[in-house]
C-alpha cells in the first residue's frame, strides 16, 4: 500500500514527481590511453552542453542531471554514443535509466555496449 506523503516530503525524499533518474556506466581504455585527456573532452563535449552531472572517471561513473531533474534517454544515448566512438575506450557498458536516490543492485546491471 502507497503512503500518501505531502509534497514538501515527497520532495525532500526525492519520490514520486520528484524522482531523479541517471544511468551508470563502465569502460575500459586502451594501454596508452591519455584518461586525464578523455575525461576533459568527455566533460566539454558530452557532459557540459546537455547540462549533465558526471561522478567518476574514464573508467566509470554515474551521470545525472544538475538540478532536480532526470536524464532522458536521448540524453543517455548521446553520451554513450560519443563515448564508444572514442577509439581510447575498447568496452564499455551501461545500465538503464535508474533511481539515482534509491536504485537497487538488479536496476544497476549493466548491459555491454562496446567490445
Known sequence: ????RSRRLR???HVGEFQQLGF????????????EALVDSFLTQAIGP???SFGGWATGGAIDKLGRQSVTEDDRSAVLTWLAA????????ASG???MW???PEAQQRTKLKG
Not at 500500500?1 to 500518501?4: D, E, F, I, V
Not at 551508470?24 to 584518461?35: K, Q, T, W
Not at 572514442?86 to 557498458?93: A, C, D, G, K, M
Request: a negative charge; aromatic letters at 6%.
Open 1 to 4: 500500500m502507497a503512503k500518501t
Open 11 to 13: 520532495k525532500k525524499l
Open 24 to 35: 551508470l556506466f563502465e569502460a575500459e581504455l586502451a594501454p596508452d590511453a591519455d584518461d
Open 50 to 52: 546537455r547540462n549533465l
Open 86 to 93: 572514442r577509439p581510447e575506450v575498447t568496452t564499455l557498458s
Open 97 to 99: 535509466l535508474v533511481d
Open 102 to 104: 534509491y536504485s537497487t
